[in-house]
Every structure is written in C-alpha cells, then in structure tokens.
C-alpha cells in the first residue's frame, strides 16, 4: 500500500483562509456570530488543535461578549472576522459606531453589567480598537 504523504502535512494559513460574516445587528446574532466561530474553530482544530482545552472556550467568550457589547451600544449592523496567526487566533468585530469601548464601573445593584470589557482584556493577549469614519474595528489577539 502506498502513502500519501499529504494526508500528514498540515494546511497553511492561507488554506485556512478568514471566516468573514456579517450580522444584522439583532439580538440572536450574538448566537448567530457564536456559532460561525465555532463553526471555524473546528476547521481549524482538524489542522492545528489548540495548545490548551481552554483557548477553544476562550474565544468563544471573547466573540460572544464583542458580539452582545456591539448589539447593545452600537446598534446595527456588524461583522465578524476570525483567522489564525502563527501563536494563535486574531478576532476583529466591526461595526458602525465611532465611539471606542470604555471600560465601566461593575454595578450588581442596577442588574449588571461592566464586566464585558475587562474580561475580553483579561482573556486576550492584545485588544485594541481602530476607530475609521465608518464605524471601529475591536482587534483581539488570543493563544491557540
């Protein structure tokens, strides 16, 4: 029986290409862009599993909380993009509004809320936001 040696090589980066996909804005697109992010995980799990168990989950916190912060003070539309770097995934979110993310107080008296953004900083090995006339792009960079 013959091997084929190209069973064993792994694919490239630009094999495994960019999930890009664009969202209404609604509230179910925060599902929506959880699930097209694990959807990619996957593929890209097959060709490079992650180094820890946890850096799966990690980024899909990370997409899920960009995802809920851009529907609830951005509304509109947005989109997602996920692709692997060398040590790991880099996540942009786009969307339409130009105010940059601030980080805000925790107030569990008034329901919540003000976690979001320390976690996406506390999680991620580099976060910074682009803001364009157009909207800003959150880059986060995260181990894989």
Not at 23 to 38: Q, S, W
Not at 60 to 87: K, M
Request: proline share 9%; charged share 20%.
């Amino acid at each position: 029986m013959e091997i084929d040696p190209s069973r064993n090589r792994k694919p490239s980066f630009e094999e495994l290409g960019t999930l890009t996909s664009a969202f209404g804005g609604e509230l179910r697109n925060v599902t929506d862009a959880r699930l097209a992010a694990d959807g990619f995980l996957r593929v890209l799990a097959r060709a490079t599993p992650p180094s820890a168990p946890e850096h799966w989950d990690d980024i899909l916190l990370v997409v899920t909380e960009l995802a809920a912060n851009t529907v609830q003070y951005a509304p509109g539309p947005f989109e997602l993009r996920i692709r692997p770097t060398v040590d790991g995934v880099h996540v942009t979110l786009h969307d339409s509004s130009t105010t940059a993310p601030a980080p805000r107080r925790f107030r569990p008296s008034q329901g919540g809320g003000g976690v979001g953004w320390h976690l996406i900083h506390a999680l991620c090995d580099q976060v910074s936001v682009i803001v364009r006339p157009d909207g800003k792009d959150v880059h986060a960079f995260l181990p894989w």
